[in-house]
């Protein structure tokens, strides 16, 4: 009983990523946060420490659904949900989401690099209109030079079927791709991003309004790229691992 907790800076240390995160690591994360703090405890310790203190990951985990379509007119589906991709620039995905707050609502449109999952160029918007698209492809295309052969995957919306849309990609050398029609399957990368997203933000905290909601999903795009670890990334942010990639390629 009076023996001092040989845990008590570890406990200290899970508490203190766990709330800087608000509440979106479980213990697999805050295991490999923990390890980058050069703090090496088995992931079944940190469970049983969090369990202990009372943490529990307040994220909500969404399934999507989805049925099969045609297949586009427009553009063919060159990715055919292969989301490898060997390096950054290679592979993109896009979408667009809509929030609905306060009787508002405000779109995201957000390009993925599928090389670690990091947002190349983003794009927000009250209303769902061509520029929201074109823009963020303005944004994106300032990234790569001209020629490169990527391919840039959506979905069967209007706004990637607009001419305008298309001459983008032509004078880009862009190669464009599109999901059959209603399958979310086909870019499910995109829709992952959305559920956790909503789950990391939308359904995790209250806001007062719609300028208030628009400026946390900033500050949590930028979260996502630059600080929020992935194990699949070797328990680095996007940001991170992209840099590293680049560096070496």
């Given at each position: 009983m009076g023996k001092?907790?040989?845990?008590?800076?570890?406990?200290?240390?899970?508490?203190?990523?766990?709330?800087?995160?608000?509440?979106?690591?479980?213990?697999?994360?805050?295991?490999?946060?923990?390890?980058?703090?050069?703090?090496?405890?088995?992931?079944?310790?940190?469970?049983?420490?969090?369990k202990e203190l009372g943490l529990v990951c307040r994220v909500r985990v969404?399934?999507?659904?989805?049925?099969?379509?045609?297949?586009?007119?427009?553009?063919?589906?060159?990715?055919?949900?292969?989301f490898h991709a060997e390096r950054p620039n290679q592979k993109r995905v896009t979408d667009v989401t809509e929030f609905s707050?306060?009787?508002?609502?405000?779109?995201?449109?957000?390009?993925?690099?599928?090389?670690?999952?990091?947002?190349?160029?983003y794009a927000i918007s009250e209303r769902p209109v061509l520029s929201m698209v074109t823009t963020m492809l303005t944004k994106t295309f300032s990234t790569i030079p001209d020629g490169t052969g990527l391919i840039l995957h959506s979905d069967q919306g209007w706004q990637y079927q607009h001419k305008q849309y298309q001459r983008m990609f032509n004078a880009k050398g862009i190669r464009q791709s599109m999901s059959r029609k209603g399958n979310c399957l086909d870019n499910a990368v995109a829709e992952n991003f959305f559920g956790l997203l909503k789950s990391e933000l939308l359904y995790l905290q209250k806001f007062h309004s719609m300028q208030y909601f628009k400026q946390e999903l900033i500050d949590y795009l930028d979260y996502y790229n630059n600080r929020r670890i992935k194990a699949k990334l070797k328990g680095l942010p996007p940001a991170v691992h992209r840099q590293q990639a680049l560096s070496v390629a």
């Amino acid at each position: 009983m009076g023996k001092p907790d040989k845990y008590a800076e570890a406990k200290a240390e899970i508490s203190s990523i766990y709330h800087e995160n608000k509440g979106r690591y479980g213990y697999r994360r805050i295991t490999a946060a923990l390890h980058n703090k050069e703090i090496y405890l088995n992931h079944k310790t940190v469970q049983r420490l969090m369990k202990e203190l009372g943490l529990v990951c307040r994220v909500r985990v969404k399934k999507y659904r989805s049925y099969k379509g045609e297949v586009g007119r427009i553009a063919p589906n060159l990715l055919n949900r292969n989301f490898h991709a060997e390096r950054p620039n290679q592979k993109r995905v896009t979408d667009v989401t809509e929030f609905s707050l306060f009787g508002q609502k405000l779109y995201l449109s957000p390009i993925l690099d599928l090389h670690n999952g990091y947002w190349v160029s983003y794009a927000i918007s009250e209303r769902p209109v061509l520029s929201m698209v074109t823009t963020m492809l303005t944004k994106t295309f300032s990234t790569i030079p001209d020629g490169t052969g990527l391919i840039l995957h959506s979905d069967q919306g209007w706004q990637y079927q607009h001419k305008q849309y298309q001459r983008m990609f032509n004078a880009k050398g862009i190669r464009q791709s599109m999901s059959r029609k209603g399958n979310c399957l086909d870019n499910a990368v995109a829709e992952n991003f959305f559920g956790l997203l909503k789950s990391e933000l939308l359904y995790l905290q209250k806001f007062h309004s719609m300028q208030y909601f628009k400026q946390e999903l900033i500050d949590y795009l930028d979260y996502y790229n630059n600080r929020r670890i992935k194990a699949k990334l070797k328990g680095l942010p996007p940001a991170v691992h992209r840099q590293q990639a680049l560096s070496v390629a």
